[in-house]
């Protein structure tokens, strides 16, 4: 069964961009890879420019992204007003974790 997460960053203006990403969203998978290989702004916006995932891994090519690996409508970055609305549009597609970079660092949101 599927652990889903959203991936998110906040921009400068308070609006955050944020895909989905449908496996292994729990911390010691997903979070762990975050803050490992994608720890700096622009990272995070190359994985995001990737649109919705399948899966996370270590490096944007052996990353599934949905659009460029499975050939599906490329569904590109999400907008949301800020973190309530993030949050909620998490918990509609049914998200466990949203990991939003802020900062430099990431956190976790168990939802």
């Not at 599927?2 to 997903?30: F, L, M």
């Not at 994608?38 to 992204?65: F, H, I, M, N, P």
């Not at 549009?89 to 939802?111: M, P, T």
Request: hydrophobic share 30%; net charge negative; charged share 25%.
């Amino acid at each position: 069964m599927a652990t889903r997460s959203k991936i998110a960053i906040k921009n400068q203006d308070g609006t955050i961009d944020a895909v989905y990403c449908h496996w292994d969203g729990y911390p010691e998978h997903n979070g762990t890879i975050l803050q490992d290989y994608y720890d700096t702004e622009q990272l995070v916006r190359e994985l995001l420019a990737l649109g919705d995932l399948s899966s996370l891994d270590k490096t944007l090519q052996s990353t599934v992204a949905y659009h460029r690996d499975k050939g599906d409508k490329y569904s590109g970055v999400s907008q949301y007003e800020g973190r309530e609305e993030l949050l909620a549009s998490s918990i509609n597609c049914g998200a466990e974790y949203v990991y939003l970079f802020e900062n430099d660092k990431w956190e976790c949101i168990r939802l």
